[in-house]
């Protein structure tokens, strides 16, 4: 007999344990258990299972590697440029993609646009959506245009259903509306939980890589950011994706995070209107609208996200504080990260911030951690500071280090080439990059090795 029994698994790695504990033993995450009913019990067939697992242990033979052949991968296009960046170049026949982001975000949208471009191309897509009904995709969709007859939808939470429709119909493409809604009959946790997640995207990777249909799964986020469910919820699929930004502001950037079809470094950059999401093609130009001038305290820096330079302005504010301990505040950009480089100005050249309220923010609501930026905030700091605005034909990338050296970073060319084709006439950059970024003619470079020698160029 089936009998009950009480389990906790942590959300962060999926570890399994008899008993709550405070701390995971395999990934070190804090207060992440969370407990489960399952049902146990004896099944029969035991004799038969040993027989065929005999039988696929003789079978299974290992091949070298040298003797494998490989094939191109055949891409499809989903319509939309920058998520086909991101993808790496379309989608890939019978992969298993997750895209999360946070409520209302755009998620949906997207994926709804993707369907609609997919059905022009003559593609069978099937959307099943957990969340909604008929009606209101299909007045959704009215918004975003028309869908061709290919465009089928299923409104069902089950998954032995849904595993039996996949079977019958055989579509192309398949969009999963969310995973987090999707359950197993014979799992006894609620829809969401843990085990249902992890069973429910087994379930669809078993069918993407045995059917060849390449699914889109929506996973919604906890309030730390990440997918909500195990961690082992990324692992097991191919790509995943996630949509950032403030649902109140018309941008809404999609990174990848992981991708086994491509690089993870790429970037796509959309805006929100009434018809759907529209894609920025230059991002750098969307990014500075709106950029102050003769401001102190601002300037524009130059980023790497993947193979696209992208230009966003960096703002400080620094005051005297009548605190005991002054304010630092960061957005769009790593707190600590200031927190270092103000010890670098105060050290290396002097300045009391030590006393000073300091606000960094990154214009536009992008966030940038590259290391690249850290020359535009010291410079941003300083003009703040000393309430001496910079020329607004003036862009700033390197890498500061805590003697207070400018350090190289890659592609200095295509940063240049970037900022001469948005009019920029001024670049300071690191002393070592002068070399390849001599080749961008047209443009005034001051290169500098470190802080001193970047306040004497200005």
Not at 13 to 32: D, F, H, L, T, V
Not at 195 to 220: C, D, P, W
Not at 276 to 283: D, I
Request: charged letters at 20%; one cysteine or more; glycine letters at 10%.
């Amino acid at each position: 007999m089936a009998k009950k029994s009480t389990v906790f698994f942590c959300q962060n790695c999926g570890y399994e344990s008899a008993k709550w504990m405070g701390q995971c033993p395999s990934c070190r995450e804090w207060n992440s258990f969370v407990e489960e009913t399952v049902v146990t019990g004896k099944t029969g067939g035991s004799t038969k299972k040993t027989e065929n697992l005999a039988a696929r242990i003789h079978e299974a033979r290992p091949v070298k590697l040298s003797g494998i052949e490989t094939a191109e991968e055949i891409r499809t296009s989903t319509g939309l440029g920058e998520l086909d960046r991101v993808l790496g170049g379309g989608i890939v026949a019978g992969s298993l993609v997750l895209v999360g982001g946070d409520p209302g975000i755009g998620k949906s949208t997207l994926l709804l646009q993707v369907c609609r471009n997919l059905t022009e191309y003559g593609k069978k897509v099937l959307y099943i959506s957990g969340e909604e009904s008929l009606s209101q995709i299909k007045l959704r969709a009215e918004r975003i245009g028309d869908f061709g007859n290919n465009m089928l939808l299923l409104c069902e939470t089950n998954l032995s259903v849904i595993r039996g429709v996949l079977e019958n119909s055989r579509p192309q493409i398949v969009v999963i509306d969310s995973i987090q809604t999707m359950y197993q009959e014979e799992v006894s946790s609620a829809p969401g939980s843990v085990s249902q997640v992890r069973e429910a995207t087994s379930v669809f990777m078993q069918i993407a890589k045995g059917l060849g249909i390449s699914i889109f799964i929506v996973g919604h986020v906890t309030k730390e950011g990440v997918v909500a469910g195990p961690r082992v919820l990324e692992h097991m699929v191919d790509t995943v994706l996630y949509f950032e930004g403030d649902r109140h502001a018309a941008y809404r950037i999609l990174r990848g995070v992981k991708n086994r079809f491509g690089s993870t470094n790429e970037i796509g950059v959309f805006e929100m209107r009434r018809e759907g999401l529209v894609e920025v093609e230059n991002p750098s130009e969307f990014m500075l609208g709106g950029k102050p001038e003769g401001a102190s305290g601002s300037i524009v820096a130059c980023s790497m996200e993947g193979t696209r330079p992208v230009l966003v302005e960096v703002q400080a504010l620094v005051c005297k504080s009548n605190l005991a301990i002054p304010r630092r505040t960061a957005a769009g950009t790593d707190y600590n990260r200031v927190n270092l480089l103000m010890a670098v100005i105060e050290k290396r050249l002097g300045l009391h911030l030590s006393t000073c309220d300091a606000y960094i923010n990154i214009a536009g609501g992008i966030r940038m951690n590259e290391p690249a930026i850290d020359l535009a905030i010291v410079l941003a700091l300083i003009s703040s500071y000393r309430d001496h605005a910079i020329d607004e034909k003036t862009l700033a990338f390197g890498e500061v280090g805590l003697s207070g050296e400018i350090r190289a970073v890659s592609m200095a060319e295509q940063r240049v080439a970037e900022a001469k084709k948005l009019g920029f006439e001024t670049v300071i950059l690191p002393r070592v990059c002068l070399q390849s970024a001599q080749r961008i003619t047209g443009i005034r470079l001051l290169p500098a090795a470190n802080l001193k020698e970047v306040l004497q160029c200005l």
